[in-house]
């Protein structure tokens, strides 16, 4: 250990290494233009402070690859043994994590210490972007508005107004400049130029965004949008003309509404975020969600589809069954069809509790079934429909903690989807009992009705379930005992209700 501290700090004290570095480019004889190899060699010529420490890691020597190449002089013919092609891809820059980019912005003059964690923090919660392990990806929301935000007020985003902007607020702070006098001249572009897209044409602007993200907001299914780029040397340009080509084809291939086949997706926006929408509604209300641009998103509804599992049929109904994984865990689903949403280009299902009479009307319309009556009426009969019975989810259950999903069957599931189950009187005839699933688990409810009248249900006493006991094997004399112990206590502590 001394010695490595005394040879580390004398290396400090001493002149760098020196190194001569040779290099040799090797032509074909009949035709020096047509492909060239490179080969270096580098040798130590001072050793420096390498006389007194040397790196573990370090090679100063080539070795024979070194002899080789410096035993050769200008005019040398080497004999052709054998030629081993290997094809070699440029990668694309890595993207921005959140300590690249916050260099990036104050090399460019953008922001200030104070912003930059507000910054990094709005990107993700506003969903323009999101981490990919630690690097940011842009999301198909921020693309869409950096597109509206260019092709509008250009001037507004880019970085040079930005930074000078922010030099401006400096100036302020220091006193060198009028805030008011800032705030006038500023505020009466600013407003000449937002009162300028008054007058705009709502439907031209959305349709200037869709062209610029084209390849990715109608990408169709299971395709990567084509960059364009094309095989280098001779031809390559032709190559590249023809990708673009086949993906602008591909692209309005795609636009084709898949119901009518006769008019195009656009892009419209509603208050639940953007989506494409058929140019014929309302004679047509074929509606889609905006396609997953990104890894994650692909690979957690791959996730989910590989996680899909059917595990029989309702003996009543005839529906299908099945265990499925969503966003906030596993459930078990009445109705649907696990054939169908397995697969990623299924058609998607109306939304039915976002659709709106005049929309529910033209779905069913457009199924040449009666769209007369109220909005439940409707949903009841596009639930039915035969396009979507097979495939419409008719009950969810959440999968209670605890339970193991290898080992859940279809009765386990059916009891679960008959939630909340009544059970029955309780035996001195206080009111009915009610087993349910909460959000903190299983528990059984003791309902009464007050006075004896049908009027609205009282909730005398509830209780959760030991974990001694299932939520699939209790039966109405164990409930009323847990409900009994449970109102005694309840009872001891003053919390009976009357």
Same mark, same amino acid.
């Given at each position: ?89 440029? @990668?694309?820059?890595?993207? +921005? ?29 506003? &969903? ?25 007020? &250009? ?33 009466? !572009? ?64 795609? $636009? @084709? ?48 589809? @590989? ?83 097979? $495939? ?50 299983? +528990?059984?409810?003791?309902? $009464? ?38 109102? &005694? ?5 003053? @919390? !009976?209700? !009357?």
């Amino acid at each position: 250990m001394y010695k490595l501290i005394w040879s580390r700090a004398l290396a400090s004290q001493m002149a760098e290494a020196v190194y001569e570095t040779l290099a040799a480019t090797l032509e074909p004889a009949d035709a020096p233009k047509d492909a060239q190899a490179r080969a270096s060699v580098t040798t130590l010529v001072q050793k420096g402070f390498r006389a007194v420490y040397v790196d573990a890691d370090a090679d100063d020597d080539d070795g024979a690859a070194g002899g080789a190449v410096g035993s050769l002089a200008v005019g040398d013919l080497l004999p052709l043994r054998s030629v081993d092609p290997e094809q070699h891809f440029t @990668k694309p820059p890595p993207r +921005y994590n959140e300590g690249s980019l916050v260099s990036k912005m104050e090399e460019l003059g953008v922001g200030r210490p104070s912003t930059y964690a507000s910054v990094m923090r709005t990107l993700q919660e506003r &969903e323009y972007v999101r981490k990919e392990a630690k690097a940011l990806a842009p999301e198909v929301r921020g693309q869409l508005v950096t597109s509206l935000l260019t092709q509008r007020l &250009e001037k507004y985003v880019q970085v040079e107004f930005t930074a000078a902007l922010e030099e401006d607020l400096d100036k302020i702070s220091r006193g060198d400049l009028d805030h008011l006098a800032f705030l006038e001249r500023w505020w009466a !572009a600013y407003h000449k130029e937002i009162g300028a897209l008054d007058g705009d044409d709502h439907q031209e602007v959305r349709e200037a965004v869709a062209e610029s993200l084209a390849h990715i907001i109608f990408a169709p299914p299971n395709t990567t949008a084509t960059d364009g780029g094309g095989a280098g040397g001779e031809g390559g340009g032709a190559t590249a003309a023809a990708g673009e080509a086949e993906a602008a084809a591909a692209v309005a291939a795609a $636009r @084709k509404c898949g119901r009518c086949g006769e008019g195009t997706l656009q892009l419209k926006f509603s208050s639940y975020g953007p989506f494409l929408g058929c140019s014929c509604y309302p004679d047509c209300g074929f509606t889609r969600q905006i396609l997953p641009d990104t890894m994650n998103a692909l690979a957690a509804a791959d996730d989910a589809r @590989k996680q899909l599992k059917v595990l029989g049929s309702d003996p009543q109904s005839g529906h299908e069954v099945s265990l499925r994984k969503g966003p906030y865990g596993h459930y078990l689903q009445l109705g649907g069809s696990a054939e169908l949403d397995s697969q990623s280009d299924a058609p998607a299902l109306p939304d039915t509790k976002k659709l709106k009479v005049a929309e529910l009307k033209a779905e069913l319309e457009n199924r040449k079934l009666p769209s007369d009556g109220k909005k439940a009426d409707l949903i009841a009969r596009l639930h039915a429909a035969p396009d979507l019975a097979r $495939r419409m989810p008719q009950r969810r259950a959440s999968v209670p903690p605890g339970v193991a999903l290898a080992d859940l069957t279809l009765p386990m599931a059916l009891r679960l989807l008959s939630l909340p189950l009544p059970m029955g009187a309780h035996p001195d005839g206080s009111g009915e009992i009610t087993l349910k699933n909460g959000r903190f688990g299983p +528990y059984l409810e003791l309902v $009464r009705a007050a006075n004896g009248e049908p009027a609205p249900p009282v909730v005398s006493v509830s209780v959760s379930l030991p974990k001694a006991v299932s939520i699939f094997d209790v039966e109405l004399p164990q409930a009323a005992e847990l409900l009994d112990r449970k109102r &005694e206590r309840d009872i001891a502590r003053g @919390k !009976a209700k !009357a």
